[in-house]
């Protein structure tokens, strides 16, 4: 919409949030390879979009032309030298995702306040799996309380006094 009406700064601002937010949109990035030549963007700025595009079409004839022309605007060429046109490969490396700060395990004796109404087979499952035992069979009492006693709770408490008895060993 905003290429129609000539105002290149805001479509160049709309075709990277496309990209952001879908990196493989091809179109988008060719359109902002576009106008950013056109808004005469530094090369740096262009080779990044360059980079992008030949990272999903590595094929891509205008990019390669447009890193061909780079390349001599900054190696200057000698007047007898003829001009060869040579086939240009670029090797993108993608950028290493940012590392997040590990999170802290939670003390395994920290107790969580569990309502009645929250209390569920489901929750000493999830208890279970995080191996945090104690939690897990105060769920599974509470579920008893509310449901009533079945084999399928004696079952679990076996289960998680078994996995206590491990631990211990």
């Known amino acids: 919409m ?11 601002v709309l075709l990277k949030h496309v990209i ?6 091809i179109n988008a990035m060719r359109f902002l390879f576009e106008i950013q030549k056109e808004l005469k963007r530094s090369p740096n700025s262009i080779t990044k979009t360059v980079e992008l595009i030949i990272a999903i ?20 060429q000698k007047k007898e030298a003829t001009i060869v046109e040579e086939k240009v490969s ?15 395990r939670l003390i395994q004796n920290e107790i969580i306040p569990i309502s009645e109404n929250m209390a569920s087979m489901t929750l000493v499952k999830v208890y279970l799996t995080q191996k945090h035992y104690q939690q897990a069979l105060s769920v599974l009492k509470m579920v008893e309380n509310k449901q009533g006693r079945s084999d399928k709770i004696d079952k679990v408490r076996v289960e998680i006094k078994q996995l206590v008895s491990e631990l211990e060993i």
């Open 20 to 25: 952001l937010y879908n990196p493989v949109h």
């Open 2 to 12: 905003a290429l129609t009406f000539w105002h290149y700064a805001k479509a160049e």
């Open 90 to 104: 670029v090797v993108i490396e993608k950028p290493q995702p940012k590392k997040k700060p590990k999170r802290q």
């Open 57 to 76: 079409y590595p094929d891509d004839k205008e990019c390669a032309k447009w890193v061909l022309e780079k390349d001599k605007t900054i190696i200057p």
